[in-house]
T-cell receptor, first 115, second 118 residues
Framework: DADVTQTPRNRITKTGKRIMLECSQTKGHDRMYWYRQDPGLGLRLIYYSFDVKDINKGEISDGYSVSRQAQAKFSLSLESAIPNQTALYFC??????????????FGPGTRLLVL | AQTVTQSQPEMSVQEAETVTLSCTYDTSESDYYLFWYKQPPSRQMILVIRQEAYKQQNATENRFSVNFQKAAKSFSLKISDSQLGDAAMYFCAYAAQYSGGGADGLTFGKGTHLIIQP
């Protein structure tokens, strides 16, 4: 089984709808991240969490919110989706306490289309 | 803010040849990490190689090696004996050393599309 899973893998929604993307991990890592990838722009950080009680905004947090339900679960919500939120979304985890090298491990991505 | 620049949107190489992908970054930090990630058509982000800034020795992973020039803020990836399976987008990424250990997220370049010619 994959260490970092994302659901759904693909989603089509309409403008104004609320949508949640979920991420789960079995790696036992404390740190979790949400990124979005747009064509030609690489990946950009939306939110990150160092533990259940520590959530921080990233470079492009406007229009998004997150919830860290447990060490293993980190959800990203779009309260009112808009077409320019159409992108590929990645969840990632890291545990610098183990490797000390800040390597991030990525989920398979969720492709979101907002009509 | 840190920035990562990949100046080659696309590169092409013959199978079995060697190719070098360029990356430069801008930071005022002294402790940080650098990474190369590979993204094949499956869109999965796969770690290729990593480098700690405090290490002078260049990292190597099988056919993949880096040329890390800290003073020049340059971090290039060399792929030797290119194989068809190396065809992918390659992203250079930077992570500053967080005061409590680790980092608060990766800053990515825009990527280089690598084509392998059979």
């Amino acid at each position: 089984d994959a260490d970092v899973t994302q659901t759904p893998r693909n989603r089509i929604t309409k403008t104004g709808k609320r949508i949640m993307l979920e991420c789960s991990q079995t790696k036992g890592h404390d740190r979790m991240y949400w990124y979005r990838q747009d064509p030609g722009l690489g990946l950009r950080l939306i939110y990150y969490s160092f533990d259940v009680k520590d959530i921080n905004k990233g470079e492009i947090s406007d229009g998004y919110s997150v919830s860290r339900q447990a060490q293993a679960k980190f959800s990203l919500s779009l309260e009112s989706a808009i077409p320019n939120q159409t992108a590929l979304y990645f969840c990632a985890t890291s545990d610098p306490g183990t490797s000390g090298q800040e390597t991030q491990y990525f989920g398979p991505g969720t492709r979101l289309l907002v009509l | 803010a840190q920035t990562v620049t990949q100046s080659q949107p696309e590169m092409s190489v013959q199978e079995a040849e060697t190719v070098t992908l360029s990356c430069t970054y801008d930071t005022s930090e002294s402790d940080y990490y650098l990474f190369w990630y590979k993204q094949p058509p499956s869109r999965q982000m796969i770690l290729v190689i990593r480098q700690e800034a405090y290490k002078q020795q260049n990292a190597t992973e099988n056919r993949f090696s880096v040329n890390f020039q800290k003073a020049a803020k340059s971090f290039s990836l060399k792929i030797s004996d290119s194989q068809l399976g190396d065809a992918a987008m390659y992203f250079c990424a930077y992570a500053a050393q967080y005061s409590g250990g680790g980092a608060d997220g990766l800053t990515f370049g825009k990527g280089t599309h690598l084509i392998i010619q059979p």
